[in-house]
């Protein structure tokens, strides 16, 4: 019997060994969205560190923010910059969320998310620079996200307030869903993401503590949203953008709380999918 068990044992771990743990099944595989992570949630740690956690989760999608690539980042730092990400498995898809003030802000965030490569600006922009981006969407073909910060700020609180300040403008001026301060701005992701579809171009995941303005957030899992509701709406929508995690709690060691809302996420996408 010994023998036996020894036998098995020599066969697991050459089968350990003879596999890329890092390129196991994820469960969004299988869906049109996709699982990644807001460059924020990384604030405290250099790039290094970041690709790291990204690679251990299996997360594949970058927001990229502007403490890991400056604005005046060289093409060459550019460039050296996606070999990083390329050698993790890890794609940039964005930039943001940037905020702007000024119309020199709104070129320069423009024009550094053309030399970085990425086609979509997370941005929290001044309410009267909205006409000048409007026309920069139309000259570079680019989609702006409109990031919403519930009642943090009074700079778009939430879904309604960004739609009633883009609806008569280009389709390509949407919004990023914040699923936790929606939340704590007393409304609701699930039924915000399916009236607001069209126009969601970005998102991010959490959980929060109660839908006040005192919520706090927390793993994805451990707080009031309904996350089965929130990924069967993902689903019925067809939304096929990024979920970007970003996690703000603990930020000073996050890393096994981005562990435990990642794998609760993906935990819902294999418990709700359709048999």
């Not at 036998?7 to 196991?24: E, G, I, N, R, V």
């Not at 594949?60 to 093409?75: A, E, G, R, V, W």
């Not at 709104?106 to 490569?117: E, I, L, M, T």
Request: aromatic share 10%; with cysteine.
């Amino acid at each position: 019997m010994k023998s036996i068990k020894s036998f098995f044992l020599a066969l697991l771990l050459l089968f350990l060994q003879s596999t890329d743990l890092h390129a196991q099944y994820v469960p969004e595989a299988q869906e049109n969205f996709k699982i990644g992570m807001a460059g924020f949630t990384y604030h405290k740690f250099d790039l290094d560190r970041t690709l790291e956690d990204l690679y251990t989760n299996q997360v594949k999608y970058l927001c990229i923010k502007d403490f890991h690539l400056p604005f005046n980042s060289t093409d060459e730092e550019i460039a050296a910059f996606h070999q990083k990400l390329a050698a993790k498995g890890v794609t940039g898809y964005a930039v943001g969320p940037i905020y702007m003030r000024t119309v020199e802000d709104v070129d320069n965030a423009f024009s550094y998310a053309k030399r970085v490569g990425v086609d979509l600006i997370v941005g929290v922009p001044n309410h009267e620079l909205l006409t000048h981006i409007n026309a920069k969407v139309q000259e570079y073909d680019f989609k702006f996200a409109i990031h919403m910060h519930g009642p943090d700020i009074d700079l778009y609180p939430d879904a309604d307030d960004i739609w009633s300040h883009v609806k008569d403008l280009d389709p390509r001026m949407g919004m990023c869903l914040d699923i936790g301060h929606t939340a704590r701005n007393g409304k609701d992701p699930v039924a915000d993401l399916e009236k607001y579809k069209d126009r969601i171009y970005d998102m991010h995941i959490k959980d929060v503590t109660a839908n006040t303005k005192e919520g706090k957030s927390i793993e994805i899992g451990r707080g009031i949203l309904d996350i089965p509701a929130f990924i069967n709406m993902l689903r019925k929508t067809g939304y096929d953008g990024v979920c970007s995690l970003e996690h703000e709690r603990n930020m000073d060691n996050p890393f096994s709380g981005i562990a435990e809302s990642i794998g609760f996420f993906r935990g819902v996408i294999v418990g709700t999918k359709s048999r």
